[in-house]
């Protein structure tokens, strides 16, 4: 399997089982209506731990332009792919964004409100404000890059790492995501805004365009700061 084929299918399992474990939770009718924040922070850190279980021997399992470019700004990883990364991510995204919409089917119509729809695909801040918005993605992917690249210094037993990282996800979700939603990851949110907007989604409302440059400027500061800080003290 080429990297790039590694890259669309695991960021397409991420968004499905990451976006799904929100629309189980927030979208009317669903068996896991209402079980709250808990339950999405879990599904998002078993959405990054089962794809990166299996394709991490293959491309690494980025799944996260901002991870891609941070790696590269430290040397860890070639520029001359972090184009095609990107692409595969991007690419991964939409059709996992898709896939939830066609899972979802029929809860669409039974959920009036706009808003909890677009909740589903991407994020958005509980607080509108943009800088502080801004400063909360940069916080919580600092967190992740720091975390991912501190971890690969220990020595563990075969394939536990991968497991971490899926705690590392869940714990940033439960201590740093209540400001946005902890997007830290660019393809993440901008792919599902995308499918989003193009996808005949009953009853939906705008993308909150407005809003779509935070989840992508943020992660990637915060991303090559939490890399540079690694490379600075180890």
Not at 34 to 57: D, E, H, Q, R, Y
Not at 164 to 172: A, N
């Amino acid at each position: 399997m080429s990297t790039f084929l590694a890259e669309l299918v695991g960021t397409m399992c991420l968004i499905l089982l990451g976006d799904g474990v929100v629309a189980n939770v927030i979208l009317k009718k669903t068996k896991g209506g209402n079980s709250g924040w808990i339950v999405i922070t879990w599904g998002w850190a078993c959405a990054v731990l089962i794809p990166a279980m299996i394709f991490g021997g293959i491309s690494g399992a980025h799944f996260n332009p901002a991870l891609t470019i941070a790696l590269a700004a430290i040397g860890n990883f070639p520029w001359a792919d972090v184009p095609m990364y990107i692409i595969a991510q991007m690419i991964g995204a939409m059709i996992g964004a898709a896939l939830v919409w066609i899972q979802y089917l029929p809860h669409w119509a039974e959920t009036e409100d706009q808003g909890t729809k677009l909740g589903v695909f991407c994020t958005g801040p509980a607080i509108r404000s943009y800088g502080a918005n801004l400063i909360s993605e940069i916080i919580g992917t600092f967190a992740l890059v720091f975390f991912i690249l501190g971890l690969g210094t220990v020595d563990m037993a075969p394939g536990l790492g991968t497991y971490i990282v899926g705690l590392v996800i869940l714990s940033i979700g439960v201590s740093l995501g209540g400001t946005t939603g902890y997007a830290i990851n660019p393809a993440r949110d901008l792919g599902p805004r995308i499918a989003h907007a193009i996808l005949p989604i009953a009853g939906k409302g705008d993308s909150d365009w407005s809003y779509a440059w935070v989840p992508v400027v943020g992660p990637i500061i915060g991303a090559l700061l939490g890399a540079f800080f690694f490379a600075a003290i180890f």
